[in-house]
Antibody, heavy 118, light 107 residues
Framework: QITLKESGPTLVKPTQTLTLTCTFS??????????VGWIRQPPGKALEWLVV???????RYSPSLKNRLSITKDTSKNQVVLTVTDMDPVDTATYYC??????????WGPGTLVTVSS | EIVLTQSPATLSMSPGERATLSCRAS??????LAWYRQNPGQAPRLLIY???NRATGIPARFSGSGSGTDFTLTISSLEPEDLAVYFC?????????FGQGTKVEIK
């Protein structure tokens, strides 16, 4: 059974750096064809892909946020870490991580709401 | 960036009715389109991938069709849990993008 769960702070101040961790089970991020992605959803709005990391450490970043995002994986801990720098109130959103197999995002974590406010 | 436009924005339906949702891409995406259902307070759940393939555990009342730029999600007979927001998403080219969603609500 595949599960994913996001963790990190629920409140950050403007200009701070957000660090979120996706802890997963039921698959290995060293298996060919596997990836983990991050998606966010501002309250009441649509979804936005942020970044994907693949089993071979290939990474794809959203062009609009590329300068602010960083993603790493720890295969031994079954974790993927997302870093977003220079947070702003417009970055307030629920952040999801998702399991990707051969390009299909098949299963998502429950999400974590991050609020940016001073 | 490929823009996905969903219609209608809201669909007022009753349980048992047939629902048809549309997603149009700004450029051809072959069949690299997925559909998700998002119930209130929950994460999106994959229903259909690659335009017409049901994901694991998804009931047969959900079907998808289309290719190129025009796609359809059909729910043959609405169940109460289907009253939700539906998103389409393309993986033809990066950045992957979502439509703005169609809300299926109680008439």
């Amino acid at each position: 059974q595949i599960t994913l769960k996001e963790s990190g702070p629920t409140l950050v101040k403007p200009t701070q750096t957000l660090t979120l961790t996706c802890t997963f089970s039921g698959f290995s991020l060293s298996t060919s064809g596997v990836g983990v992605g991050w998606i966010r959803q501002p309250p009441g709005k649509a979804l936005e892909w942020l970044v994907v990391i693949y089993w071979d450490d290939n990474k794809r970043y959203s062009p609009s946020l590329k300068n602010r995002l960083s993603i790493t994986k720890d295969t031994s801990k079954n974790q993927v870490v997302l870093t977003v720098t220079d947070m702003d109130p417009v970055d307030t959103a629920t952040y999801y991580c998702a399991y990707i197999l051969y390009g299909v995002p098949g299963l998502w974590g429950p999400g974590t709401l991050v609020t940016v406010s001073s | 960036e490929i823009v996905l436009t969903q219609s209608p924005a809201t669909l007022s339906m009753s349980p048992g009715e047939r629902a048809t949702l549309s997603c149009r891409a700004s450029h051809s995406i072959n069949t690299y389109l997925a559909w998700y259902r998002q119930n209130p307070g929950q994460a999106p759940r994959l229903l259909i991938y690659d335009a017409s393939n049901r994901a694991t555990g998804i009931p047969a009342r959900f079907s998808g069709s289309g290719s190129g730029t025009d796609f359809t999600l059909t729910i043959s007979s609405l169940e109460p849990e289907d009253l939700a927001v539906y998103f389409c998403q393309q993986r033809s080219s990066w950045p992957w993008t979502f439509g703005q969603g169609t809300k299926v609500e109680i008439k």
